[in-house]
Structures are given as C-alpha cells and as structure tokens.
C-alpha cells in the first residue's frame, strides 16, 4: 500500500483530534494541536494511504539542536497493523537523520506493547523508567534512538 506523508495544516485538525480521541485514555485538546502548528520546531505530518485519501494517522516531534523528539503518534484503529507507524515513525528518523540530528527521544507507557514493540523494530533502546509518571501504576519508558 502506498502510503503519502504530508505536513498537518489547520484544515486537519478535526480528523487528527478523533484519532486522538480514540487512541489516548487522556487526548489532547483542539488548542494544543492549534500551538504545536505556531511552533517553529514543532512539526505534525500526517499519513494518507493515497495521497487523495482520508487521514489515517498522525505523529508530532519537535525537534531542537541535536534532537528530535516524539511527542505524539497514533494510527487510526480501522487502519492499524497495515504499517501506517512505521511509515510514519521512519520519516521522523530519516528527517532527524538528514538535519544532523544525534538522537531521537519519545515517552511511551509501560503498558503499551504495541508501540514499544514498533520502537524496538526501529532499534530505539529503553533507557530509564518514570514512574506514575501518567498516573498510579502507569510508568513512563524514556526511549531513545542514537545515530552515533
Ligand atoms: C502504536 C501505533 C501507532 C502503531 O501503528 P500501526 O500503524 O498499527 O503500526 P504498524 O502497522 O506500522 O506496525 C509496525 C510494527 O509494530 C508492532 N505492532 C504494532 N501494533 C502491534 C500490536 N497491537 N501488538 C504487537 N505489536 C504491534 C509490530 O511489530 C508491527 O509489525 P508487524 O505488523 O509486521 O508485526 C498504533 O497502535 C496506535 O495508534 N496506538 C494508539 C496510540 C499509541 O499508543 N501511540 C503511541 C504512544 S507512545
């Protein structure tokens, strides 16, 4: 399946806010997307499965001096398993790659399998645990990905 990348805009927000809301347990708002769109550093791109198709997954980084970090990724749930994450997560490390960037960063909770083993497919290591950091009992694994 070809898979098409391409910046989020304003226009997107609605159909980015519900595959938030359906992957996250504590989505992010209307305004924070609307912040990250006025960040210089901060970029979302969005995946379509043609390029004249509906979005079907997002993700968000910043990415500042020598790192880029992952703030955010989800794939809608109709369209999961089809490689949309990793389609996604790889233009996030080939753009961080190619400006010079030394590492990638991402947060992700110890309860979630699905995404830590995609991160492990893209070599990321676990490198230190925060926990409750998303509440009782819910650790947070610090991921990271270095390219020296
Ligand atoms: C994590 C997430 C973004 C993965 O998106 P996706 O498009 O389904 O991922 P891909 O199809 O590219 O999967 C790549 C690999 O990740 C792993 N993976 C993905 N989903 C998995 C699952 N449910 N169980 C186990 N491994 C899984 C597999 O190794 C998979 O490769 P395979 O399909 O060849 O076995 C998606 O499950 C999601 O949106 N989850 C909710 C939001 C979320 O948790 N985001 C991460 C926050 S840190």
Request: charged share 25%; proline share 5%.
């Amino acid at each position: 399946m070809a898979i098409h990348i391409r910046n989020a805009t304003e226009r997107d927000l609605p159909r980015i806010i519900e595959i938030e809301q359906l992957a996250f347990p504590a989505p992010w708002t209307l305004a924070s997307f609307q912040r990250e769109l006025t960040l210089p550093f901060s970029r979302i791109m969005v995946a379509l499965p043609a390029p004249s198709g509906q979005i079907a997954g997002f993700l968000c980084r910043w990415l500042i001096a020598d790192e880029c970090h992952i703030l955010n990724i989800a794939v809608h749930p109709d369209s999961r398993r089809l490689g949309i994450g990793t389609v996604l997560l790889a233009e996030a490390i080939n753009e961080a790659k190619s400006t010079g960037a030394n590492v990638v960063t991402l947060e992700v909770r110890r309860s979630n399998l699905a995404a830590r083993q995609l991160y492990r497919k893209f070599d990321f290591e676990e490198r230190r645990l925060r926990r409750h950091y998303y509440g009782p009992g819910e650790d947070a694994i610090i991921m990271e990905l270095r390219f020296d």
